[in-house]
């Protein structure tokens, strides 16, 4: 997915983010007035349940998304926000800006993805969902103020390997598949998707109450968010565009 080429380059300060998901790497452009002026992804298969297991490959990734950004936009960039799922080690989490850096971008700033979707959301009093390929984030919030952070593997990918199993497709057969034909894979997934749901509810547990917010592509199947409402008996908000939910935030993280 690629944003329209604006007339010249925008006009003031840019923020960038970059989302180095398991599946695909998104990059994200915003403008002075915080609107997205140019969105890119490509494919990855660079991370594993959310950690960095390719650096090569990551860096070239987020090289290609910036040079393309920069020939599009008619501009340098230079500074960057990424992110990493919420508790995973240091050294994991350095490696997304080293790979930043190594891609040509000089000022990196690290986020969380739960931290960063809620710099989109906005929510008030709720339960930030980050579900991307490799793992499970959950961010409680009450009067706007970050309560408790947790994050759990399983995501995306997992569904994928319960698809392809099911109907003898490869992972990446799969993926399509879903994306594809959802209502058919959803009675396939509902396995999956309440092994996600009893992920939220561990950690969740003092927080019942509150309404789930669902951000990230892995859930953007039609149905599957109902899936969780039903399995959990709890509030489920879903969005249309969750894929670019953390991407937007990551770039609002952005010096």
Known sequence: MVGATPDGPP????????????????????????RPVWVDSHPSAA???????????????????????????GVVLTSVATAYP???????ARACTYVCESAGFT????????????????????????????STGVGVFRS?????????????????????????LSVEDAEVHKRAHQ???????????QRIAESVR?????????????????????????VLAEYLERTVVSYPHALLITPIGIARSAA
């Open 47 to 73: 991370l594993r349940d959310g950690v960095v297991v390719d650096v090569a490959r990551a860096t070239a990734t987020v090289r290609l998304l910036r040079n393309r950004a920069e020939e599009a936009l």
């Open 202 to 226: 561990a950690m969740t547990r003092d927080a019942e109450e509150l309404p789930l917010h669902l951000a990230g592509g892995a859930l953007m199947i039609t149905g599957a968010g109902d």
């Open 11 to 34: 006009a003031g300060p840019l923020r960038v983010g970059v989302d180095l998901g398991t599946a695909s790497c998104v990059l994200v452009v915003l403008d002075a007035d915080d």
């Open 144 to 168: 706007g103020r970050l309560d408790a952070l947790d994050d759990r593997a399983g995501g995306g990918h997992h569904l994928d390997l319960v698809l392809a199993g099911a109907l003898g």
């Open 86 to 92: 919420p508790c995973i080690p240091v050294k994991d």
């Open 107 to 134: 000022d990196v700033v690290l986020v969380d993805e739960v931290t960063a979707a809620q710099r989109t959301l906005k929510v008030v009093d709720g339960v930030v969902v980050d579900v991307g390929g490799g």
């Open 183 to 193: 209502r058919e894979s959803l009675p396939v997934l509902v396995p999956g998707l």
